[in-house]
């Protein structure tokens, strides 16, 4: 598979698709799959397209999930080789996307290939879930194929997300699980003034100086096997005119809490409130939920990832949940069993962003043992 990974992860590097653009990534990919047999369906919405190709029927459906899309390249001069140019150097393929997440997306596609190929008569079904929105908004993208799916009410049962797990080395992470994030864009209301004439105004930012220590100091839990502790950080404060004499009227605070397993975003709603309140703070706030955590524990499809990267990588790895959001978040919703497996993200999102050719080749051949534990007659 090592040749055929590298072809089309040079090909997909070479097509420019900053977020959510495709730029002929998914029908590249979409005519190796048609020739092997997968039926495809396209599921465009607004700027986003997305691919859902399958192959078989049955229980169960084990999808691998990624993405075309990259993030913007910045200034060109600052790259050592041209960012969609798909370079190969001393076994490093560089190119926006080569690790973020257009070599691990290769190696799913090659590896299902390969795999239909050798067990055309397979059990189950095998799907792909790829989208263009994953980098920017994540609002068209896989999340709306979920939907889709699940109206009709076709369901998957596990998936593989080829995102860039790997840390100090290839192989030693495997993502079963992610935190949930939500933001809050808090406004205290106060009353404008001089400041020379502190009792004809009301200064919001006096107000909600004890409400503020006590959030950024309240403890939301303490974690558990898998996950680290709720936490919350103050993202952006703002207030005031910009003149040295005039009180605000308003104080903006933005916040964010990347939580765990042991609470709830109506928990963390409940609780702001409870605040708010406590501290007779008048206010607005609105609240967006990224994502709601999510974890596969120690089921059969981290299971048959652990037992891959074992006798490919020959190392063991390490069950994890840190980081931020992926598209695993949506695919969770179904009731499926998400875990993330790639590469090193040691350069991703940064100039001279690169991949090991030969982990590359791993990755494939990981994802092949994933399928052949799961859907093998």
Not at 130 to 157: F, N, P, Q, W, Y
Not at 299 to 314: C, D, F, H, P, R
Request: some cysteine; charged content about 20%; overall charge negative.
């Amino acid at each position: 598979m090592q040749q055929d990974i590298l072809t089309l992860a040079k090909a997909l590097i070479q097509r420019p698709s900053i977020s959510p653009q495709d730029c002929g990534c998914q029908q590249l990919i979409a005519e190796r799959l048609q020739r092997v047999g997968f039926q495809l369906e396209w599921l465009p919405f607004g700027d986003t397209l997305n691919l859902w190709a399958t192959h078989g029927e049955g229980d169960p459906c084990v999808a691998f999930a990624g993405h075309t899309d990259v993030v913007p390249v910045g200034d060109e001069s600052q790259w050592q080789y041209p960012p969609f140019s798909g370079e190969v150097i001393e076994g490093m393929l560089h190119g926006r996307g080569a690790a973020d997440m257009k070599g691990a997306l290769s190696a799913l596609v090659i590896a299902a290939e390969t795999f239909v190929k050798q067990n055309p008569h397979h059990s189950g079904k095998i799907g792909l879930l790829i989208t263009s929105d994953e980098e920017a908004a994540a609002l068209d993208g896989t999340v709306k194929v979920v939907e889709t799916l699940m109206a009709r009410g076709e369901k998957i049962d596990y998936c593989l997300v080829g995102e860039p797990s790997s840390n100090q080395r290839f192989g030693d992470i495997i993502k079963n699980g992610r935190r949930g994030s939500i933001t809050a864009d808090l406004i205290i209301e106060g009353i404008q003034g001089h400041v020379a004439y502190p009792h004809l105004a009301e200064n919001p930012i006096h107000k909600a100086l004890h409400f503020l220590t006590e959030l950024t100091h309240y403890q939301w839990d303490n974690g558990n096997d898998f996950f680290p502790p709720t936490s919350l950080q103050i993202a952006n404060i703002k207030a005031g005119t910009g003149s040295n004499n005039v009180i605000p009227g308003e104080l903006y605070v933005q916040f964010n809490l990347r939580y765990c397993t042991e609470v709830t975003d109506e928990i963390i709603k409940a609780k702001v409130a409870e605040l708010l309140a406590k501290h007779q703070l008048k206010h607005r706030i609105h609240w967006h939920l990224s994502g709601k955590p999510f974890l596969a524990g120690k089921g059969k499809l981290v299971s048959a990832t652990v037992q891959a990267v074992e006798k490919i990588a020959q190392t063991t790895p390490r069950l994890d949940t840190g980081g931020g959001t992926s598209d695993g978040r949506f695919i969770a919703l179904m009731g499926a069993e998400v875990v993330e497996f790639g590469p090193l993200n040691t350069t991703i999102h940064k100039v001279n962003e690169c991949v090991s050719v030969a982990d590359l080749t791993h990755c494939g051949d990981i994802y092949y043992h994933v399928l052949e534990q799961l859907l093998s007659k």
